[in-house]
């Protein structure tokens, strides 16, 4: 899903630089202009909690007034864990540039084709 998000930035010319989450810091929220988060539902639909969520919270403080995209997949449920996401976001003041993608497993062609916009949207 990342890579199509990239791909999509990159094919609005945007310079893209992709992280895995235990290299991003909250410092690195001010150096770009928008920002794509991406993390699968774990266990009870809630954000993977060992790397992706202590660093998210981490960058809220920074957020305000920043525009971003959140995606990710998941295996069960009902994408619960993406509305609370996007509520958080918003609460710290940042600006959802473009509806979520949100994947059941694996992205079809037609998530993959979502994440491309998502990407595009960003750029």
Known sequence: MADAVVEGAKEKGADVTLYECADFRPELVGEYDAIAFGCPAMGDEVLEEDEFEPMFDGCKAELKDK????????????????RNWEKSCKEAGAVLATESVICNDMPDDAGVA??????????
């Open 114 to 123: 979502n994440c491309k916009e998502l990407g595009a949207a960003l750029a």
């Open 67 to 82: 525009k971003i995209a959140l995606f990710g997949s998941y295996g069960w449920g009902d994408g619960e864990w993406m």
